[in-house]
């Protein structure tokens, strides 16, 4: 009973990192939401890597992944969006244009609904995962704390961040499978792509440290672009 339970206890951590995470947003301590989204991906990671090694999948425990991450990868990535946004519009009239950053949650619901029932999803993903999508956000006001004025100028700014919350909305439910780091063997044929992927995100992280990370989302979507054209040519 408690082997089974194991993975559901990681998947909970998740959703606790998520509920403190929303609380922490709104009190605008926006820093410490975003640690959370990191520690929640490891939590996130570890609840699906016990469940194969203990072999105790179940239905519950994939619904109970889903319900966490949609808390934690869904409605506080659009919380911390939103709370950017009022940082950037600058008079009382323009504040509704905040409430965009919910369509963030709402395609974030949409593109975990499609996971649960989507067979094609089991060697690669259709769409960014809600996880890349909630660390591409967490890095913002990361990089607004450490990068200076000209980043935080480029951040704070209301149609940047309404252009970035249609364009990630977009590509959460985007018809166009993207790759999975799922290894079926660790040879280097057929895993190029995933491999190049690791390389890369390690050396970024080294040479741009948080600035990387949307270099890295960017890096990946090329990657599964031309991973794509690789398989139907061959």
Aim: aromatic residues 10%; glycine residues 6%; proline residues 4%.
């Amino acid at each position: 009973m408690i082997r089974r339970n194991i993975p559901n206890a990681f998947t909970c951590g998740n959703l606790l990192c998520g509920c403190i995470g929303v609380v922490e947003a709104f009190h605008n301590n926006l820093l410490l939401s975003c640690v959370l989204i990191g520690v929640a991906l490891i939590f996130d990671f570890f609840d699906g890597f016990l469940a194969r090694i203990l072999k105790v999948s179940s239905a519950i425990g994939k619904d109970l992944d889903s319900l966490a991450d949609m808390v934690t990868f869904g409605v506080l990535p659009s919380i911390i969006v939103y709370q950017l946004l009022m940082q950037s519009i600058p008079d009382l009239f323009g504040i509704w244009k905040a409430y965009a950053a919910m369509i963030i949650a709402i395609f974030s619901a949409i593109r975990l609904a499609k996971f649960n029932n989507d067979p094609r999803q089991s060697d690669s993903f259709i769409g960014v995962p809600t996880p890349a999508n909630a660390m591409l956000i967490a890095s913002l006001p990361l990089i607004v704390h450490t990068q200076g004025e000209f980043w935080k100028d480029i951040i704070i700014n209301t149609n940047n961040l309404l252009i970035l919350t249609v364009v990630m909305s977009y590509l959460l439910v985007m018809e166009m499978p993207l790759i999975a780091l799922k290894f079926k063997n660790f040879g280097w044929r057929g895993n190029e792509a995933r491999y190049i992927l690791i390389l890369a995100t390690v050396t970024l992280l080294i040479s741009l440290k948080i600035l990387a990370i949307p270099v890295i989302l960017i890096l990946y979507i090329l990657l599964s672009v031309a991973e794509n054209i690789r398989k139907r040519k061959s």
